[in-house]
Each structure stands twice: as structure tokens, then as C-alpha cells.
């Protein structure tokens, strides 16, 4: 018989790092989900130009597939796009964020100050985060399906059908064609649910806005510097509230959730490694105009429950986006507008509850205590950075609890140490 460590080489040789397949390419798009509207967002409201986001996304997905071998997600950073979202800012500002983002992250990893950061974040921390990360997904799937506006980038409504809203409708015949499609194993199920989405968009849809697609090809390489103003406002509005939120989930809570999924085939994954390729990415989204990004456990599980295991899911997924960035000349919004947001919100939802059961393996009331709090915490202020700091000060209380009650009352080898000097100084 073979070894462990025998069967480890045999099971790495099997192992393709790239596929190109049906399945693949479902896993693929299991997280659009995540990306799509926020992006949308970013360009409709802040400005941000479409061309350089695509690409970005596209290059960054390409690259890591290539690299880490498996499928490496690509998401907007969440916190900077909320904000800037919420308050409107510019694109400079946002492109300012990339580019501060890229510096620190390259810091934390050339230095090995992650090594030291690492110790913020044992396993009860990483599985809050995990926990909340997927509560989060849960709220934001139910958002896009009770959404009034039916398709991104466009105004169009739908009365209810027999007092039911029709984005129910369209996730409750998505649903029942993702579990028809998970029990039977016959068709990849993301590739099922966006492919009936779209025939639903071309009957009530935002088909006339196809029109506006120019074909040709782009120069997405337009590279500009933001401002010191830009820098400063980037950090203090932007930067600040993002870093815990990158650290805990695009870097330890990613780590993590690649090894409980893909095994020794994630041995590329390292928070260094990790840290050195948002930072390549985001350094490309600060000069260029581009969508600050990163990697995510919840991007993770979406591309692995759908069916992705290789890198060649994130590069099909990366040429998608490349093309859309070079070969459309402009705006590929509306290509991507033609998926209902109750269709992606069913999507989103499925991904959440899947990546909270990532939390069932923690044991220990105090273990589960903090798990519990962070994910409330998370949820009820849609901030992990909350959600953590609450987490990390219960356990130092544990420890501070526990150190005073070893200095209040020594061990009982200091007692005896103390004794027999006593009997030592002053005899019977």
C-alpha cells in the first residue's frame, strides 16, 4: 500500500490545474452575482470608465487563474465601492483608493508583517468572518430579488402576477431549475439559472438598449495619476474602513476556505501570495481608472459549489470580461444588463448559505460565542471590521482573564518552591 505521503504525489499528478469544460465555466460565473452590480453601479454613478474596470477585472482573473491553479475569485472591494457608492464620489477618488490599497498590501507582504498580523486572526476569528461574510451574501440575494427595478441599468418594473412580485416569481423558477440541475448533475446549475434569466430578459428585458453597443476595438490602457487631495480623501474616507475587511476576508478568511475546499491543490495560496496579487491588481486600477478589487472567501465557495476546480475557470471567466473591455468599444453594460436581479439575487443567496456552514466544524461555548457575535455584528452593521474588533476583544478578555488568575494564585510548583526555601531559612 501506498503511503500518505505517496498518495499525496499520486493524487498532485492527477491533478489538472487547468480545464476548460461546461462545468468549468459555470463555476466560473457562480459569483457574477457579487461583481456585476457593483460594478454597474461604479460606472453608473461614480463614473467609473467601464473599459478600464473590465479589463482590470479580466486581467486579474486571468493572472490568478494562471497562477494559483484554481479558481481564484476577482471582487470589487466592498467596503470602498459602498461608500463611494453611498456618497457619490469620483473616480479619481476611487482610483486613488487602488493605488494606496496596492501600496500597503505590498508592504504588509514584502516585509512579513503579515506574519505578525496572522496572530489577530485564529480559527474562531476567520470562522466569524466566514459566518458573516455568508449572512451578508444571504441579505444582499434577498435584496436584488425583492428589488423593484427588475434589470441593471434600466428603469424597468413589473406589476405583481397574482399579488406575487415578479422577481419572486422569476427566483422561485430559478430556484427550482438550481436544485432540478444540482440533484441530477447533468448541466452546470449557474449556467442554467443565467441561461433562463436571459430568455426571461428577452421578453420584459432591456433588449432595446443592445443598440447602444458599439463593436470595435478599445485601448483600455489609458494610464492617469490621482491628485494628493485624491490620495488623502481616498484614505481617510476609503482606505481606512477597507483594510480589516481585506485582511480578514480576501486574505485569512480566502486562505482558509481554498484549503478546506481544494486541499494540497491550493499549496499556492498564502496570505503573502495573496497580499502580492491584489496589490498587482489594485496597482493596475489605480493608474489605469479601473474598480478596486480583491479576492474573497465568499467568491471562493461560489466558483467551487458551482462546479469550478481548475484555474482555466478563472481564466474563461477573465476573457470574458477582457473582451468585453477591448472588442466593445464603450459600454458592455447592457450585454451583462440583460440578467434579471432576481436571477444573480438567487445566485448570491445559494453562495451565502453554503459559505456559513463553513462555520459548523467550530466547537467551544466561548469559540462559538465569538463566532456568533462577529456574524451578528457583521450583518446587523453590514461592517466585518465591526464584527472582528468585538471578536478579537472577547478573546483578549479571555486571556486577560486568564493571566490574572495565574498571577493572583501561582501554580503549585511555585508554592513548593516557595515552601522549601521557607523550610530552608527558617528551620523547625
Same mark, same amino acid.
Given at each position: 500500500m501506498l503511503g500518505g505521503e505517496q498518495l499525496a504525489q499520486v493524487e498532485k499528478m492527477r491533478f489538472q490545474p487547468f480545464k476548460f469544460s461546461m462545468w468549468e465555466l459555470g463555476g466560473a460565473l457562480g459569483d457574477l452575482g457579487t461583481l456585476l452590480p457593483l460594478l454597474a453601479a461604479l460606472v453608473l454613478i461614480n463614473g467609473v470608465n467601464p473599459t478600464s474596470a473590465f479589463f482590470v477585472v479580466g486581467i486579474a482573473y486571468v493572472l490568478s487563474g494562471l497562477f494559483y491553479r484554481i479558481p481564484m475569485p476577482i471582487q470589487p472591494l466592498k467596503s470602498v465601492a459602498s461608500i463611494a457608492i453611498a456618497t457619490g464620489i469620483s473616480a479619481s477618488v476611487i482610483s486613488a483608493s487602488g493605488l494606496l490599497m496596492a501600496g500597503i498590501l505590498i508592504l504588509l507582504a514584502v516585509t512579513g508583517l503579515i506574519s505578525k498580523v496572522a496572530k489577530l486572526f485564529p480559527k474562531p476569528i476567520i470562522r466569524g468572518i466566514q459566518l458573516g461574510v455568508g449572512?451578508?451574501?444571504? !441579505?444582499? /440575494?434577498?435584496?436584488? #430579488? !425583492?428589488?423593484?427595478?427588475?434589470?441593471?441599468? +434600466?428603469?424597468?418594473?413589473?406589476?405583481?402576477?397574482?399579488?406575487?412580485?415578479?422577481?419572486?416569481?422569476?427566483?422561485?423558477?430559478?430556484? @427550482?431549475i438550481l436544485i432540478l440541475c444540482i440533484r441530477t448533475k447533468r448541466i452546470p446549475p449557474s449556467l442554467a439559472v443565467l441561461g433562463v434569466g436571459i430568455i426571461i430578459a428577452l421578453f420584459i428585458g432591456p433588449v432595446s438598449n443592445l443598440a447602444n453597443?458599439? &463593436?470595435?476595438?478599445?485601448?483600455?490602457?489609458?494610464?492617469?495619476?490621482?491628485?494628493?487631495?485624491?490620495?488623502?480623501? $481616498?484614505? *481617510?474616507?476609503?482606505?481606512?474602513?477597507? @483594510?480589516? @475587511?481585506?485582511?480578514?476576508?480576501?486574505?485569512?478568511?480566502?486562505?482558509?476556505?481554498?484549503?478546506?475546499?481544494?486541499?494540497?491543490?491550493?499549496? !499556492? *495560496?498564502?496570505?503573502? !501570495?495573496?497580499?502580492?496579487?491584489? +496589490?498587482?491588481?489594485?496597482? =493596475?486600477?489605480?493608474?489605469?481608472? /479601473? =474598480?478596486?478589487?480583491?479576492?474573497?472567501? /465568499?467568491?471562493?465557495?461560489?466558483?467551487?459549489?458551482?462546479?469550478?476546480?481548475?484555474?482555466?475557470?478563472?481564466?474563461? *471567466?477573465?476573457?470574458? &470580461?477582457?473582451?468585453? $473591455?477591448?472588442? %466593445?468599444?464603450?459600454?458592455?453594460?447592457? #450585454?451583462?444588463?440583460?440578467?434579471?436581479?432576481?436571477?444573480?439575487?438567487?445566485?448570491?443567496?445559494?453562495?451565502?448559505?453554503?459559505?456559513?456552514?463553513?462555520?459548523?466544524?467550530?466547537?467551544?461555548? @466561548?469559540?462559538?460565542?465569538?463566532?456568533? %457575535?462577529?456574524? #451578528?455584528?457583521?450583518?446587523?452593521?453590514?461592517s466585518l471590521a465591526i464584527g472582528f474588533a468585538a471578536g478579537l476583544a472577547i478573546l483578549y478578555a479571555k486571556s486577560l482573564v486568564t493571566y490574572i488568575k495565574r498571577w493572583l494564585a501561582p501554580p503549585a510548583s511555585k508554592l513548593k518552591t516557595r515552601a522549601t526555601r521557607s523550610s530552608l531559612i527558617l528551620p523547625n
Amino acid at each position: 500500500m501506498l503511503g500518505g505521503e505517496q498518495l499525496a504525489q499520486v493524487e498532485k499528478m492527477r491533478f489538472q490545474p487547468f480545464k476548460f469544460s461546461m462545468w468549468e465555466l459555470g463555476g466560473a460565473l457562480g459569483d457574477l452575482g457579487t461583481l456585476l452590480p457593483l460594478l454597474a453601479a461604479l460606472v453608473l454613478i461614480n463614473g467609473v470608465n467601464p473599459t478600464s474596470a473590465f479589463f482590470v477585472v479580466g486581467i486579474a482573473y486571468v493572472l490568478s487563474g494562471l497562477f494559483y491553479r484554481i479558481p481564484m475569485p476577482i471582487q470589487p472591494l466592498k467596503s470602498v465601492a459602498s461608500i463611494a457608492i453611498a456618497t457619490g464620489i469620483s473616480a479619481s477618488v476611487i482610483s486613488a483608493s487602488g493605488l494606496l490599497m496596492a501600496g500597503i498590501l505590498i508592504l504588509l507582504a514584502v516585509t512579513g508583517l503579515i506574519s505578525k498580523v496572522a496572530k489577530l486572526f485564529p480559527k474562531p476569528i476567520i470562522r466569524g468572518i466566514q459566518l458573516g461574510v455568508g449572512f451578508i451574501l444571504l !441579505r444582499a /440575494g434577498i435584496g436584488f #430579488i !425583492r428589488n423593484e427595478t427588475l434589470f441593471i441599468d +434600466s428603469n424597468i418594473t413589473a406589476a405583481p402576477v397574482l399579488a406575487i412580485p415578479l422577481g419572486w416569481l422569476i427566483a422561485a423558477a430559478s430556484g @427550482l431549475i438550481l436544485i432540478l440541475c444540482i440533484r441530477t448533475k447533468r448541466i452546470p446549475p449557474s449556467l442554467a439559472v443565467l441561461g433562463v434569466g436571459i430568455i426571461i430578459a428577452l421578453f420584459i428585458g432591456p433588449v432595446s438598449n443592445l443598440a447602444n453597443i458599439n &463593436f470595435g476595438i478599445a485601448n483600455p490602457i489609458n494610464i492617469s495619476m490621482p491628485s494628493l487631495s485624491n490620495m488623502q480623501t $481616498a484614505f *481617510v474616507l476609503l482606505v481606512i474602513p477597507q @483594510l480589516p @475587511l481585506t485582511l480578514g476576508n480576501a486574505v485569512f478568511a480566502t486562505h482558509d476556505t481554498a484549503k478546506h475546499y481544494y486541499g494540497n491543490k491550493a499549496e !499556492r *495560496v498564502t496570505p503573502k !501570495r495573496l497580499l502580492t496579487s491584489m +496589490s498587482g491588481a489594485n496597482f =493596475m486600477a489605480g493608474i489605469l481608472g /479601473g =474598480m478596486p478589487v480583491c479576492h474573497g472567501s /465568499g467568491g471562493l465557495t461560489a466558483h467551487y459549489r458551482f462546479g469550478a476546480r481548475t484555474g482555466g475557470a478563472s481564466i474563461m *471567466v477573465g476573457a470574458i &470580461f477582457l473582451a468585453a $473591455a477591448i472588442f %466593445v468599444d464603450g459600454n458592455a453594460l447592457p #450585454i451583462f444588463s440583460l440578467i434579471p436581479y432576481a436571477t444573480l439575487g438567487l445566485l448570491v443567496a445559494a453562495v451565502g448559505f453554503r459559505h456559513a456552514l463553513l462555520a459548523r466544524d467550530v466547537t467551544g461555548l @466561548l469559540n462559538k460565542a465569538v463566532v456568533a %457575535v462577529i456574524a #451578528i455584528l457583521a450583518l446587523v452593521t453590514s461592517s466585518l471590521a465591526i464584527g472582528f474588533a468585538a471578536g478579537l476583544a472577547i478573546l483578549y478578555a479571555k486571556s486577560l482573564v486568564t493571566y490574572i488568575k495565574r498571577w493572583l494564585a501561582p501554580p503549585a510548583s511555585k508554592l513548593k518552591t516557595r515552601a522549601t526555601r521557607s523550610s530552608l531559612i527558617l528551620p523547625n
